[in-house]
């Protein structure tokens, strides 16, 4: 099993004791020329592109300025939103933090997939950014396959027979799905009230796709029954919900 997951608004770079040896990301290349194309940008600019507040604006246009003196650390800590709170990655032993380095990938507008011992920087660039660059109009264009192929070649790396999407629309249509060599698990989560029909939230969906990539990394998942055992949280399988 690969799970793929968002990345998160939400960061957190402060200082952490590491029990593994960090990785670097996968297309550093790419990603020096995406920061080339948003350093040309002024603070204006990213407010219209993203459109996010002065100070966010502001904010993010100092990181691209600077972006490679800024501090580093591995995705799996530094990525703080509500998926995050679910996956709880500080409370990992070794090996589910093995588990997880081989088998959970972070879907990202700027690093095209991040494993979660990869060091990464402070940053905010949605998938669905539409940011002009060499390849075309927006990241969609930008990425044009490359994300699928490192996703490929993690499914070898892990043995793994499925894909497990916990992502976002908006960063799952990076992926071409006709071309990856493992058929893909949808997984939803509903929430039940009263006598209502089942129900998508977000916040809690958000939450709970975390909570499933942490059950798989706790029970090493490899199987399907494997993914159907999940509990937490009150969440249990249904084929038709």
């Known amino acids: 099993m690969f799970a793929i997951l968002s990345p998160a608004k939400s960061l957190d770079f402060s200082e952490k004791e590491l029990s593994f040896k960090p990785t670097d990301p996968l297309f550093e290349k790419e990603t020096k020329e995406l920061i080339s194309v948003m350093k040309e940008k002024s603070a204006d ?9 002065d100070n966010l604006a502001e904010l993010n246009y100092e990181r691209y300025q600077d972006f490679y003196n800024q501090d580093e650390k591995p995705a799996i800590y530094a990525f703080q939103g509500d998926v995050y709170k679910g996956l709880q990655a500080e409370d990992f032993d070794d090996e589910q933090l093995k588990y997880a380095q081989n088998h959970i990938g972070v879907l990202s507008g700027l690093y095209g997939l991040l494993r979660p011992f990869d060091v990464m920087r402070a940053y905010r660039l949605e998938m669905g ?26 499914l070898r790396k892990s043995n ?15 992926l071409q799905p006709k071309d990856l060599d493992k058929p893909v698990l949808d997984i939803v989560f509903k929430e039940i009230k009263g006598d209502k029909p089942p129900k998508i939230i977000s916040f809690f ?10 059950h ?6 490899k ?19």
């Open 45 to 53: 600019d990213i407010k219209d592109l993203m459109g996010v507040s």
């Open 223 to 241: 199987t399907i029954d494997d993914l159907k055992s999940f509990d937490k949280e009150g969440y249990y399988f249904e084929k038709d919900a």
């Open 160 to 174: 793994s027979t499925h894909v497990v999407n916990l992502a976002s629309n908006e960063y799952y249509k990076v």
């Open 216 to 221: 798989m990394a706790e029970v090493g998942a």
């Open 205 to 214: 969906a958000k939450k709970a796709r975390g909570l499933m990539a942490k």
């Open 129 to 154: 950014t539409k940011l002009e660059n060499k390849n075309g109009k927006d990241l969609y264009e930008f990425w044009n396959g490359k994300v699928t192929i490192a996703v490929n070649d993690q």
